[in-house]
C-alpha cells in the first residue's frame, strides 16, 4: 500500500501525448512535469487547444500518455492494466466533465446514487447522498430531474456524483464555463469547501481570472507544456484593481 503522507497526490514525469488523427499526428503536451501535494487546491488555466483537457484527462486516468508516467498517490498507473487504472480512478478520483454528463430520467438523487452503486468503494461522504446535497444547498430539488435544474444546480449535482465517494482527488474541467457568475460563486464555494473540509485535492480547468483566485496554486499552460513561472495574470485582484 502506499503511504500518503509521503507521496504527492499526483505527479507527472516527462509526460507527452500526442493524438493521431488518420495519418496526422497532433502534439497536445509536451514533457509535462507537475506535481500536486495533498490537499492542495490548484488551478489550471491557458488559451484554448494548449491541451489543458489533455492534461486532466491524464490524470484522471481517463487515457494514457504517448510517453511519461503519471503517479497517483504513490501509484504509477502508466504501469496498470486497464482495470487496474479503473479501479484507482473509481478509489481515488472524482471527475466532473464541463458537460454535466447527467442522466436525463434520474433524479438529482437518482444521478448521485447511481454513481454511488457504480463506483462505491464502501466510504459514503458524510452522512449519504442527503448530507451531501445538503452541503450543495440542492436538498429541496433532489427529486427534480436535470431538465428542471438550472445550469447551475446541474452543475452541482455533477461535482456532487463526483465526490459522493469521497475520492481525495477531484479533477474539474471548467466547473463554471457555462455558469452565469452567481451560479458560478456557488459552484467555487462549494469546491473550496470541499478541499478545505473535506481536504480534498483539487485540480480546476478555468478561463476565469474570478475561479482561478479561489485556488491555492495557478499554473499557466501555452503550446502544451507548463509555464514555469507563470506570467502575470489578470485573475490577480491587485492587477484588476490597477487597470
Ligand atoms: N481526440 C483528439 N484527437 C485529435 N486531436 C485532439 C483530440 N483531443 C484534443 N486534440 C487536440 O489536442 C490539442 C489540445 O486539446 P485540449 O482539448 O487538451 O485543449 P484545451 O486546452 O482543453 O482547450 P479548450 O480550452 O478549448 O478546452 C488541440 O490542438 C486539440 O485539437
Ligand atoms: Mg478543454
Redesign the pocket.
Known amino acids: 500500500m502506499t503511504d500518503s503522507s509521503s507521496t504527492s497526490a499526483i505527479e507527472t514525469v516527462n509526460i507527452s501525448m500526442t493524438?493521431?488523427?488518420g495519418k496526422v499526428e497532433?502534439p497536445?503536451?509536451s514533457n509535462v512535469n507537475l506535481t500536486v501535494n495533498h490537499g492542495e487546491f490548484i488551478a489550471v488555466m491557458?488559451?484554448?487547444?494548449?491541451?489543458?483537457?489533455?492534461?486532466l484527462?491524464l490524470l484522471g486516468g481517463l487515457m494514457q500518455p504517448t510517453s511519461g508516467k503519471v503517479i497517483i498517490d504513490g501509484i504509477d498507473i502508466s504501469k496498470l492494466t486497464d482495470a487496474e487504472r479503473t479501479a484507482v480512478r473509481r478509489n481515488k478520483i472524482g471527475y466532473v466533465f464541463?458537460r454535466f454528463n447527467l442522466l436525463p430520467t434520474l433524479s438529482a438523487k437518482g444521478n448521485i446514487e447511481l454513481a454511488k452503486k457504480i463506483h462505491g468503494n464502501g466510504h459514503l461522504a458524510h452522512n449519504g447522498v442527503s448530507g451531501i446535497l445538503n452541503m450543495l444547498g440542492l436538498s429541496e430539488k433532489i427529486n427534480f430531474r436535470p431538465a428542471e435544474l438550472s445550469g447551475g444546480e446541474q452543475q452541482r449535482v455533477a461535482i456532487a456524483r463526483a465526490v459522493v465517494n469521497r475520492p481525495s482527488i477531484v479533477l474539474a474541467?471548467?466547473p463554471t464555463g457555462s455558469l452565469d457568475s452567481r451560479n458560478s460563486r456557488n459552484v467555487l464555494q462549494m469546491l473550496r469547501d470541499l478541499n478545505e473540509k473535506l481536504n480534498q485535492t483539487i485540480v480546476m480547468?478555468t478561463?476565469d481570472s474570478e475561479a482561478a483566485s479561489v485556488a491555492s496554486r495557478v499554473i499557466e499552460?501555452k503550446d502544451?507544456q507548463i509555464l514555469y513561472p507563470p506570467s502575470k495574470f489578470s485573475y490577480e485582484p491587485e492587477f484588476e484593481r490597477l487597470y
Open positions: 493524438y493521431r488523427s497532433v497536445a503536451l491557458g488559451p484554448s487547444g494548449c491541451g489543458k483537457s489533455t492534461l484527462h464541463q474541467d471548467e480547468i478561463h499552460m502544451g
